[in-house]
């Protein structure tokens, strides 16, 4: 940490908190949320249980994957904010080159997967300069290394949160108006006993054409654990043989449609045609281009050649791959004791991919292995040099008001439903936007053997019906956890959506105390919802799309 986001010492031995507007869990959506409620005046209470505030930015390691028009439109402000202070952080601090420093739209890894690929070190200082003003008058505080473990409902509505310290084992119970919960699996939601869903839903469910035959609730995406490695050609960094090494090694996927051999390989499923896809791996990027995907490059977090010479040894490339995509169970609605198992075992597949890569990858030039591959713990600040937490693609997810289904927002789904060509189409147009987003409906293999889902979507937005519970009353999704199903979360996951779920959620919230209009009525209101509508447009929440050419 920078050491900006500590409790005050006033505050140290506190063992209840008082607020407007709670925001359980310090991610991407839990940051946005707590910086709209800021803005509006809100005293916050921001809990995280990591010492990274972030989340797929920072403590998950996961660059942001973004769309095509990012750049101009199809975000909120606040986020094109946190983008441009990235850039200019890598100005102000780094020893980048004349050509690099020059660049407006400077990618500091030029990784293929987005305009921003960089270091989340960076992304953690800017957030926490975002956080810093609001922390010395006591406007926020951030208890870091605190999981939520219960609540108090009376009803409909929730009283308060009890989260528990890492480091001391102290209880401590936070008091608030509204609570968001930003925790990358919705884990406020049983604690509230707040009704939700988990895993695929059935067609019969939600009428979806790349839905289930049958609900399948323990079906999860894969999870992640990322890591980083740099690449000095001439040294050998070899890490210790992990213990599951034999059987990662010879583990072959048994997938619906099948997987194409063995997981640890230059081969892997095509996400859209299941076919196999073969890709290189080539660090030192000697061999000629070509069309196959290059590893290396796709999440290369630093190109030492937008540096000076001698800054940087080698290029940083951050491993989130299909090869070390866990699908063996998940890490939520089972045991505690179940959950660290696969935690575990996902870990011991990172170290499996990345000693594999070291000693029996097979080269472009015919030889085995890449022992220069060298694991970056400082990029990740971990000892053992994994991210601080898994990548999470799939959370429970409230029962809404409104859930958005494929129908509303796919491509195919659309032309079906509405009967207009591809260059006509729309996704659904909500009268209750609250924000927009861009992404395919991009489902990683899952814990119940199902291969990729990768299917077109439109351009969509983001309904307040998904951010507001069917009953309870003070608690809204910041996250993965809205009301969308196992197939439209798909598209609902990245990066700059959920910073604009957070940030709305944040918004409505501070919306409600301020007001005394809760968001279920507002919804419900024409005149309230265009009131608060006109409020965060006025703070740069883009809620419609402008007309796009066909993509």
């Known amino acids: 940490m920078g050491g900006l986001l500590l409790l005050p010492g006033a505050l140290a031995g506190a063992r209840e908190f008082r607020c407007d507007v709670a925001v359980i869990g310090g991610g991407t959506g839990g940051c946005a949320a707590a910086l709209a409620a800021l803005r509006d005046g809100m005293r916050v209470i921001l809990t995280e249980e990591t010492d990274w505030v972030g989340g797929q930015l920072t403590a998950q390691a996961v660059p942001p994957d973004e769309h095509a028009w990012i750049e101009s439109f199809g975000c909120t402000r606040l986020f094109r904010t946190y983008r441009d202070a990235v850039r200019q952080y890598y100005r102000d601090h780094y020893p980048l080159t004349a050509d690099a420093r020059g660049r407006s739209y400077l990618n500091p890894g030029d990784g293929g997967v987005s305009r921003l690929t960089h270091e989340p070190r960076v992304s953690l200082a800017v957030l926490e300069s975002m956080l810093a003003p609001y922390l010395g008058g006591g406007q926020l505080v951030v208890l870091l290394r605190h999981k939520p473990v219960s609540a108090d409902v009376d009803k409909d509505s929730v009283r308060s949160v009890t989260v528990k310290s890492a480091e001391a084992g102290r209880e401590r119970t936070v008091y608030a108006a509204y609570f968001v919960d930003a925790t990358e699996q919705g884990d406020l939601l049983p604690l509230t006993k707040t009704e939700y869903v988990t895993g695929f839903e059935s067609r019969k469910q939600t009428g ?30 070899t890490i210790d043989k992990p213990d599951e090494y034999s059987f990662w090694r010879d583990y072959v996927p048994q997938m619906r449609p099948p997987w194409p051999g063995k997981l640890l390989s230059w081969s892997m499923s095509n996400p859209v045609t299941l076919e196999l896809r073969p890709v290189i791996f080539d660090p030192e990027l000697k061999a000629p281009a070509e069309r196959r995907l290059n590893l290396w490059l796709y999440r290369r977090i630093a190109n030492r050649r937008n540096f000076v010479e001698g800054a940087y040894r080698s290029d940083i490339s951050l491993i989130n791959w299909p090869q070390n995509d866990y699908w063996l169970g998940n890490l939520h609605e089972v045991s505690e004791e179940e959950a660290a198992r696969h935690l575990h075992r996902g870990k011991q597949l990172s170290l499996s991919l990345l000693y594999w890569m070291q000693t029996e990858a097979p080269r472009l ?18 000892e053992d040099g994994l991210a601080k937490y898994p990548y999470i693609r799939e959370s429970r997810r409230i029962q809404a008001e409104f859930t958005v289904l494929e129908q509303h927002v796919g491509t195919d789904a659309r032309m079906k439903l509405t009967g207009r060509k591809r260059e006509e189409l729309t996704a659904q147009v909500f009268c209750d936007s609250v924000g927009v987003g861009s992404y395919r409906i991009d489902l990683h293999p899952s814990s119940g053997g199902d291969n990729y889902i990768d299917v077109s979507s439109l351009p969509f937005q983001i309904p307040l019906g998904a951010l507001i519970p069917k009953r309870v009353e003070n608690l809204l999704p910041a996250s993965k956890n809205l009301g969308v199903t196992h197939i439209t979360n798909g598209c609902y996951r990245l990066h700059p959506v959920e910073w604009n779920i957070g940030e709305s959620a944040g918004a409505v919230a501070a919306h409600a105390v301020r007001t005394k209009n809760p968001p279920r009525r507002i919804r419900n209101s024409e005149k309230l919802l265009k009131q608060f509508q006109t409020r965060i447009v006025e703070q740069g929440i883009e809620i419609e799309w402008p007309k796009l050419s066909p993509r």
Do not use: K, W, Y
């Open 365 to 382: 030039d015919g030889g085995l292995g890449f022992r220069g591959l060298r694991l970056r713990h400082d990029v990740t600040g971990t």
């Open 208 to 237: 979806e054409p790349h839905a289930a035959e049958q609900p399948q609730p323990a079906n999860m995406q894969a999870f992640t654990v990322c890591f980083a490695v740099d690449h000095i050609e001439s040294e050998d960094h």
